[in-house]
């Protein structure tokens, strides 16, 4: 092999070792690439996971008994911030700085009576609490019938004996700025998932 073949050769080599080296820049700074619009899609998704969480759906646990049976300790909710409060709905509210699960008895301009057995009236109707497995009037110190305030709201919990709610006037009837949302689901454990309430 002659000179000139020889240089040819080694040229060739070099071409290809460039080739390979410029490939492998590009596969590099391609998957570097890919990795940057990976991770800022999931931090955005995982920012507007939060926004989501606190602003429109909020999630707690449960803690205490008075919600059973409807709710146990420990259960974990969703509530939704988007909703109208109805009688009957579920909802959590903000109380001394702690969260509190309740149900909505009556709303402003409601009057509220319940008698020595626990039935609840509003309005002068008993209204139907198939959610309950006792009633009891609790503990009770406002005087009644009662007639809710006005921008209030008459909550109790569904453990009648031992819920601190509306009937008394430590607690008291709630107003809508407390409300942290209308519980919606039951994330955990997951033999409950599902629709809460």
Not at 14 to 42: D, I, M, P
Not at 58 to 86: I, R
Not at 113 to 121: A, L, P, Q, S
Not at 162 to 183: A, F, H, M
Request: glycine letters at 6%; charged letters at 25%; proline letters at 3%.
């Amino acid at each position: 092999m002659d000179q000139e073949a020889l240089k040819e050769k080694h040229a060739d080599l070099r071409v290809k070792e460039l080739r390979t080296e410029l490939r492998r820049v590009k596969y590099n700074q391609r998957f570097l690439a890919t990795l940057y619009n990976t991770v800022g899609t999931l931090l955005v998704a995982a920012a507007a996971a939060v926004l989501i969480v606190n602003f429109w759906l909020p999630v707690m646990q449960v803690t205490g008994s008075s919600m059973t049976p409807t709710f146990t300790e420990g259960q974990v909710l969703v509530a939704s911030k988007l909703d109208q409060y109805d009688t009957g709905d579920i909802i959590a509210f903000y109380y001394n700085n702690k969260l509190l699960v309740k149900r909505v008895i009556a709303r402003s301009g409601d009057w509220v009576n319940i008698t020595e057995d626990g039935t609840v009236y509003v309005n002068d109707i008993a209204i139907e609490e198939p959610y309950l497995t006792e009633k009891a009037l609790g503990d009770c110190n406002i005087e009644l019938p009662y007639q809710v305030p006005e921008e209030r709201i008459f909550v109790m919990g569904d453990h009648r004996s031992v819920s601190l709610d509306s009937r008394n006037t430590s607690v008291g009837c709630i107003s809508e700025e407390q409300i942290l949302g209308k519980i919606k689901f039951c994330i955990w454990p997951l033999k409950r998932f599902g629709k809460a309430g």
